[in-house]
């Protein structure tokens, strides 16, 4: 039970930017937007969601360098799904034409099983805006979305390369990441094997290791709205 007295379900979520076969893009505020209906309809149904939210959603919402994405993948829900988030997910595809997986299960593959919860994620912000929480949403840190980013090593897809790029790009910067070697022992502190075994997330790094700039870093997270 939660303080509030109300039953949570847990569960892990994120944009993961893989291809769709039908629906829209959308941007912030309609992910914020979407979030706001869930967290209505958990409490109608006197439940607390907690999302964790990956890919290319956390940085749309969490950072100043991304600004849309495609869908939500989600894990560790109990399955089949309660009926009323089921209808709510529904909904808000049918109303905004989006992919109607747009909230999905395809995230917990891709996850590391070292990564903790209370120390490799931050609390974005909670839903709906102003009153008492229904879902809850937290983002991982700019460490753990770096390692994300290079075990999935998708820079030469020619769809996805040039945002991967961007986004590998600006997460080092936000992170404080000095030079490669630095790169690949946060990949390897979240994935053992692909660290061990980064032949490739190398010669990746030396060719799209950004310049140095007399810019900021990139801001990551901003947390809330």
Not at 40 to 68: H, K, P
Not at 88 to 111: M, P
Not at 114 to 119: C, P, Q, R, T, W
Not at 184 to 189: H, Q, R, Y
Request: proline share 6%.
């Amino acid at each position: 039970m939660s303080k509030a007295g109300l039953p949570h379900i847990l569960c892990k979520v994120g944009l993961w930017d893989r291809d769709m076969s039908s629906g829209r893009a959308f941007d912030r505020d309609q992910l914020l937007a979407a979030f706001d209906r869930i967290g209505e309809a958990a409490l109608a149904n006197e439940t607390v969601l907690e999302f964790a939210v990956y890919g290319g959603a956390a940085l749309m919402l969490a950072s100043r360098f991304r600004f849309a994405t495609e869908d939500a993948d989600i894990g560790e829900l109990p399955s089949p799904w309660p009926d009323w988030l089921t209808g709510v997910i529904g909904d808000i595809a049918r109303e905004n034409d989006w992919s109607s997986d747009w909230l999905n299960e395809d995230v917990q593959f891709h996850l590391s099983q070292i990564a903790d919860h209370a120390v490799d994620h931050m609390e974005f912000s909670s839903f709906p805006a102003g009153g008492r929480p229904g879902l809850r949403v937290f983002v991982p840190t700019a460490e753990y979305m770096l390692a994300l980013k290079l075990k999935a090593s998708r820079i030469n897809d020619p769809a996805k390369g040039p945002q991967e790029t961007l986004d590998i790009q600006n997460l080092i910067r936000a992170a404080g990441i000095g030079d490669v070697e630095e790169a690949v022992a946060v990949l390897a502190k979240f994935f053992p094997k692909s660290g061990a075994d980064a032949a490739k997330q190398r010669f990746l790094l030396r060719h799209i290791w950004p310049e140095e700039s007399s810019d900021d870093a990139p801001e990551y997270p901003v947390l809330g709205r």
